[in-house]
């Protein structure tokens, strides 16, 4: 055969780079400095996540064309999903899976609906092999009070959010799960910002999925110390008061991969303006393919069968949660549209004239119109999604 053998190992790089437009600092310097980071690099995979524009896109793969000359930029919703995989080899196959349930779209400040967040997949040829690199972003946190943490036997610690969103994370890590297991039998690497810790309630949830479907991952940087990726103190763009987590990763399947090393990248600049490249620190993977790790320390918990039910005990009451937040979303909705209306037929009522009347009556009654419409159409949806989410937990099976 005219084909090489595989390369002795992958580099790879997962980071979330901090793109939202007119709300993060420095955006354009930043991203130019990753651009020039990747292209001085010897990585062969990159994903990246929150490059939300188009603009900010360019900027990165034209920089880092030379190393990595194939890419692709994911686009969905509104948008776009943010996310972008970037390849010194041939991306053989691509395709966007969105994520069954985004968030709500009246949360404008939260932006993740207007993202369309999903599992972006890019099959990369690596000389006589294919590789099958899943770039991913959850839907975030936005109430940052600290997890509860609850006991499984067989499990261990896991930290249960109780936010408005801790569902829809539920929800999508379950859609990444699923994506995942179109590539059970091949060689798999999972990256990207996640949005829970490793002991999270979803990443065990992750680890039942895998015993579901007869799969492996490892999580490269299990047992390693310092390993926060957000929210570090030594990072310029932290608050006052975080102190560190680790809610980037990059997953492999063990049975096609061995783990070489890995880190987490504290990439810095060298300009007077800007001195981290993102709010976020990147996780930085070698794997060597084609060889089995046998060691099962970094793979996800196998969930035996007197773990599982106290497991879906806990991920039906996120989903519980979830038809809680549900009920008052659709109030909030409610109260808007009734608040819109009543404005709007006190200044028909009661005659009231003054400049650009008309034109405030309008608007008035179309956000009463969407805010009841709308609102009805989308909860309809989320509380049919709840009820399969409360579905496919329920048939969960142990080892």
């Known amino acids: 055969?005219?084909?090489?053998?595989?390369?002795?190992?992958?580099?790879?790089?997962?980071?979330?780079?901090?793109?939202?437009?007119?709300?993060?600092?420095?955006?354009?310097?930043?991203?130019?400095?990753?651009?020039?980071?990747?292209?001085d690099s010897n990585y062969d995979v990159v994903c990246l996540q929150e490059v939300w524009t188009k603009r900010d896109a360019d900027i990165i793969l034209l920089a880092a064309s030379k190393r990595l000359p194939h890419a692709i930029w994911f686009q969905d919703g509104i948008l776009g999903s943010g996310l972008v995989t970037l390849s010194r080899f041939p991306i053989a196959e691509t395709f966007y899976q969105p994520f069954c349930m985004r968030g709500w779209f009246e949360c404008v400040h939260h932006a993740d609906w207007l993202g369309a967040k999903g599992v972006g997949v890019a099959v990369v040829r690596v000389e006589s092999q294919l590789v099958a690199v899943l770039n991913t972003h959850l839907h975030a946190q936005y109430d940052h009070r600290n997890p509860s943490e609850i006991h499984i036997p067989g499990l261990g610690k896991i930290l249960e959010t109780k936010d408005d969103y801790a569902h829809v994370r539920l929800s999508n890590m379950i859609d990444v799960a699923r994506t995942c297991r179109i590539f059970r039998n091949e060689a798999l690497v999972l990256c990207g910002d996640l949005?829970?810790?490793?002991?999270?309630?979803?990443?065990?949830?992750?680890?039942?999925?895998?015993?579901?479907?007869?799969?492996?991952?490892?999580?490269?940087?299990?047992?390693?110390?310092?390993?926060?990726?957000?929210?570090?103190?030594?990072?310029?763009?932290?608050?006052?008061?975080?102190?560190?987590?680790?809610?980037?990763?990059?997953?492999?399947?063990?049975?096609?991969?061995?783990?070489?090393?890995?880190?987490?990248?504290?990439?810095?600049?060298?300009?007077?303006r800007i001195t981290d490249i993102s709010d976020h620190y990147g996780v930085s993977t070698e794997l060597a393919f084609g060889e089995k790790e046998e060691d099962s320390a970094r793979s996800l918990p196998r969930v035996a069968e007197e773990s599982l039910a106290k497991l879906q005990y806990h991920c039906a009451r996120c989903v519980a949660h979830g038809y809680d937040r549900l009920a008052r979303r659709w109030a909030r909705m409610l109260a808007t549209a009734a608040a819109f209306a009543l404005f709007a037929a006190m200044l028909v009522v009661l005659d009231v004239r003054f400049p650009l009347r008309d034109m405030l009556l309008v608007l008035c009654a179309a956000i009463a119109a969407v805010a009841g419409t709308a609102g009805s159409v989308a909860v309809q949806r989320e509380r049919r999604q709840l009820y399969t989410l409360g579905l496919s937990i329920e048939r969960w099976t142990g080892v």
């Not at 005219?2 to 007119?22: D, K, Q």
């Not at 007869?214 to 110390?225: F, N, P, V």
């Open 195 to 272: 949005n829970v810790e490793p002991h999270a309630l979803e990443m065990r949830a992750l680890a039942m999925l895998c015993n579901t479907y007869d799969m492996r991952l490892a999580d490269s940087l299990a047992g390693m110390a310092n390993t926060s990726t957000c929210d570090d103190p030594d990072n310029a763009y932290t608050s006052a008061g975080k102190h560190g987590k680790r809610i980037d990763f990059v997953l492999y399947s063990p049975d096609s991969a061995r783990l070489v090393n890995s880190s987490v990248l504290r990439a810095r600049t060298s300009g007077q």
């Open 1 to 39: 055969s005219s084909m090489m053998p595989p390369p002795a190992s992958l580099r790879i790089l997962s980071l979330n780079c901090w793109g939202v437009p007119f709300t993060t600092k420095w955006r354009r310097l930043r991203f130019e400095a990753i651009g020039s980071m990747l292209a």
